[in-house]
């Protein structure tokens, strides 16, 4: 895998002329076309759209979990349709972090563990990865918390626990779908300041999918999906 400096302001986020058409249903269905994408390290876009112009394809596509009909997408130089299935969760796991709609937490472990988990996978020992997550559920005011289970934590905790998961591995690249839902304005402030911290001090990419126009108006750029491109909004 090549070499990626974060220091030099490169795009983080590459797509070019990227497509996605579903075929399955009685009539072809063209999401996105020929989009175009770049992004740099350090930066956050906030991605904005009315319902079904194709946001979380977008995303699926861009954290490689859906494959283009044509086109390329790039992360941290790397071209994602050149890997495969192993090589892939690898990568993500390395690379990109994901805040979905729905926490998708494992209800069997604590906030700790589930924050711990991509570290764990990663190969770091079990205390160090601990000690990460527990920094990481701190900075999101989740640190009481940190021995409860999803179960018993509310939506905007869950929501939080789910952000430090994202965070935790340190990725170049992090993808959210609607991130502060849940939260109310205090708490979503508290993460916003997060993200601006985390994009700065990592240098990471910051792709945020959102209705809410103060968090979209907080990113750096708003691009807005329509008619299967992105435009400057
Ligand atoms: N598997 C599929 N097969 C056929 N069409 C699909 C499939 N998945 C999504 N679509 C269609 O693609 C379009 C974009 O869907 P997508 O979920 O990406 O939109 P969205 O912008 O995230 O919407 P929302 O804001 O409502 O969540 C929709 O018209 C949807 O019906």
Redesign the pocket.
């Known amino acids: 895998m090549p070499a990626f400096d974060r220091s030099q302001g490169e795009p983080m986020l590459i797509c070019e002329k990227l497509s996605?058409s579903?075929?399955?249903?009685p009539q072809k269905?063209q999401?996105l076309e020929n989009l175009e994408l770049c992004v740099r390290a350090g930066e956050r876009v906030a991605v904005v759209?009315?319902?079904?112009?194709?946001?979380?394809?977008?995303?699926?596509l861009l954290g490689g979990l859906d494959h283009p009909s044509q086109g390329v997408v790039k992360v941290a130089g790397q071209r994602l349709s050149t890997l495969n299935e192993a090589a892939l969760g690898s990568f993500r796991n390395q690379h990109i972090g994901f805040v979905y709609?729905f926490h998708h937490l494992l209800a069997e472990f604590s906030a700790e563990e589930n924050v711990a988990m991509p570290l764990i996978i990663r190969g770091q020992k079990r205390a160090e990865a601990a000690i990460k997550a527990r920094k990481l559920l701190e900075r999101v005011g989740m640190g009481p918390r940190a021995n409860h289970k999803p179960g018993e934590l509310s939506g905007g905790e869950r929501q939080r626990v789910a952000i430090a998961r994202a965070l935790v591995t340190d990725p170049s690249l992090v993808l959210m779908?609607e991130p502060t839902g849940n939260l109310d304005q205090t708490t979503a402030a508290r993460i916003l300041e997060l993200m601006d911290d985390i994009a700065r001090e990592a240098q990471a990419a910051f792709i945020v999918?959102t209705?809410d126009v103060g968090l979209a108006a907080h990113q750096h750029r708003v691009l807005r999906?329509d008619g299967g491109k992105l435009h400057e909004d």
């Open positions: 996605r579903y075929d399955e249903g269905v999401v759209g009315s319902s079904g112009s194709g946001k979380t394809t977008l995303l699926n709609q779908d999918v209705h999906l």
